[in-house]
């Protein structure tokens, strides 16, 4: 038999408890052993719980029962729980988390700790909920040189995008609706301004390329600009505009994180990923690509993912897995936005005609010795794919645009496949 | 530094020393340990290979050299690659195989050995090539009921299908060009008559259910009788004609497996996996459902599961993971096709009116108290989807259509969303 404590009894500290009651038996034959619940800890009361005998207020009785040997922290943000799992690892205990802020800023300092006490700190559940891919990246695809990793990794705001094409509801309207279905939050500002989404790939990037990658080094931007009529322009071009979280290895070495909504067209097996889902692409040199997709949040899928994870600290208590970055001290290896190279979708906000678009972008090419190919919307939009422009020429084109009288309102990235390059 | 042995020099086995060689600094870092190719049995000569000092032609040297801990199969076939893998783990050397002819028709007999010598078996290469499913279903699902798995498990096949609607093919000729490009055997039983899905199915079926699911025991049918007018027909009723592998729990405890081809509804993400991808979807009481994509076969894909589980061999030699199921010593538990509840894709030989077929379909569901919805192609078909008839049932609206003169040509099941049952 093996005790464990729960820190936190909010959606998905009690989704762990549900699951844990449900599946109990076949959890005790995964782990081979039986798994206890001994503790909750929560600053709330919760007198008409079944489990009420078992709630704490305070971590010390946790940390001083020798007999729990694994911790899940289910309570979210950076302090409590950061100063709560260092001092269950200092005392040998395994711990668990789906806290994606707490590993994105402290990961590397959690995964020392848990390395020198020989213990686990497993965090599967803070990146894509119930989707398996902190494992299947570190350990399926171990003897690959990750080139990149792309995906939708905020079902909130995949929500809201396709609320917004698929029922023709403006942003504001369609975030109103994922907080009344309780997918967004009163205060929106983590999903929707990209924020929870750069948590995500900072530690899907630290885990791939074997440094912490702060979520201060990463360029975030969100869909507050993203209007209906982006979602229209990108549906008639064949593909649509999805909050993308990417990381690439560039040639000079350095890698490239960024948040951003993009134009994903519709041969990308992302671009049709929908409602909150998730999904991630990953790029290696010996598989080529592989997706991985399901419920990006959410109690079950998300305790799935934690349950997951004590089974395997239960089964393997003082195997110290390898899942492991360190802290650089410096991130002169990440690389800023102006690395990408990407092909362009651009949107105006006036109705122009559209050989005049089509001929003034392709003067643009023609003049600077590219050969992509301009795809005109039937009205006001187009988009130039299988094409890596730089920087300086996305903005050299769009100076061309605009000198031709041409107004763009809104220019994203093209998300080709990232794996062909 | 762990040595390890190579059984079979054939596309596989070469793909595993080439990507060892590749990206041995990297394989090292996350084994935590120098992996030396030690020896590569093959009855055949490789004079010219730059590795012709490690050949050799019995597994003696091989069992006799206590430094080898881990021997990857890439042979195929049943024979002699069981007897080869149980001395190697009565010797307690832990095994991995890219083997699925031997996982589906050994599994049960490996596992015992492995847990008997306290060594391990992997075999993730044996399902879905590249894509990491074994671990992520026995792991990280694993505290999950659950309840069916769906999915593309032979890309060959796959390949063909697609090519007979994309390029306006027949079957014949989308054969012969997968031939050409080396995706099917000259002999191309095992893929096209589903056989080599059956065996993938079988061992993710066992994975699941704790019980070894035989071969024999599998319905099994492959895609010879899929017609291009079928691909069109199903394209026309927003869908395709997919080879599906799948396994269900029924309500008695039983479960379903089969292989067949099915009309996949494009909502499904399953229905536009092109090419010799492989897609999985995997539903649980906890997840709802997860996917996992990628290449199924290939050189190198192939390779990376393999390497992936030989450096868990070397990082975690002696702990012996749960991966396990045994032979029930009967195969009472599986169920047979009769069982299946599913809506229905029809195509008719001739041309006939499509109300009339509308008009039969529906006045056969009115008779039966069904509250279906017929959706008739432009021409010979209809498919009647949301709906879960029995094969009675099925049966009988099949004889409605014939008394009102319409004579089937092809029947197939209609894939639903598995998880939302």
């Not at 038999?1 to 038996?25: D, F, P, Q, W």
């Not at 309780?182 to 989404?197: C, I, L, T």
């Not at 067209?265 to 997709?293: L, Q, T, W």
Request: net charge negative.
């Amino acid at each position: 038999m093996k005790k464990l404590a729960v820190l936190g009894y909010g959606t998905v500290g009690s989704g762990v408890v549900e699951l844990l009651y449900r599946n109990h038996r076949k959890i005790a034959d995964k782990a081979g052993d039986d798994i206890q619940l001994a503790y909750i800890l929560d600053l709330r009361d919760f007198p008409d719980s079944p489990y009420a005998d078992k709630f704490v207020k305070k971590i010390d009785a946790i940390l001083a029962d020798d007999e729990v040997t694994v911790v899940a922290e289910c309570m979210g943000g950076t302090e409590p729980a950061f100063t709560f799992l260092m001092q269950c690892l200092e005392r040998g205990k395994s711990v668990v988390t789906s806290n994606k802020e707490l590993i994105a800023n402290k990961g590397a300092e959690l995964l020392a700790a848990a390395k020198a006490h020989a213990c686990n700190c497993f965090f599967e559940a803070s990146v894509g909920g119930a989707i398996p891919i902190i494992r299947p990246l570190h350990r399926c695809l171990a003897a690959n040189e990750i080139s990149a990793i792309y995906g939708i990794l905020n079902g909130t705001t995949n929500f809201i995008l396709n609320q917004m094409l698929a029922e023709h509801m403006s942003f504001a309207d369609a975030l109103a609706l994922a907080q009344q279905l309780g997918y967004a939050e009163r205060d929106p500002s983590a999903d929707v301004d990209g924020h929870d989404a750069c948590r995500k790939i900072c530690i899907l990037a630290s885990l791939a390329f074997g440094k912490h990658v702060y979520p201060e080094s990463v360029h975030t931007e969100g869909i507050r600009s993203i209007s209906l009529e982006d979602a229209y322009a990108a549906d008639q071009l064949d593909g649509a505009v999805k909050l993308i979280a990417f990381v690439e290895k560039l040639e000079n070495g350095k890698i490239l994180p960024a948040v951003m909504p993009m134009f994903v067209p519709h041969e990308n097996m992302i671009s049709r990923v929908d409602g909150v889902f998730n999904c991630v692409e990953v790029c290696g040199d010996a598989i080529d690509k592989a997706y991985f997709c399901g419920r990006g949040a959410g109690k079950l899928p998300t305790a799935s993912a934690v349950m997951g994870d004590v089974i395997e600290a239960v089964k393997h208590h003082k195997t110290v897995f390898s899942q492991f970055w360190v802290d650089a001290g410096t991130q002169d290896f990440v690389a800023g936005l102006d690395a990408l190279k990407c092909g362009i979708f651009v949107r105006f906000a006036e109705q122009y005609d559209r050989f005049l678009i089509q001929r003034s972008a392709e003067n643009w090419l023609r003049a600077n010795g590219e050969t992509g190919w301009v795809v005109p919307a039937t009205d006001n939009a187009f988009k130039i794919d299988f094409l890596s422009l730089t920087k300086a020429e996305r903005d050299s084109l769009i100076a061309a645009l605009e000198k031709d009288g041409l107004k763009p309102a809104v220019v994203l990235p093209v998300l080709s496949d990232p794996c062909a390059e």
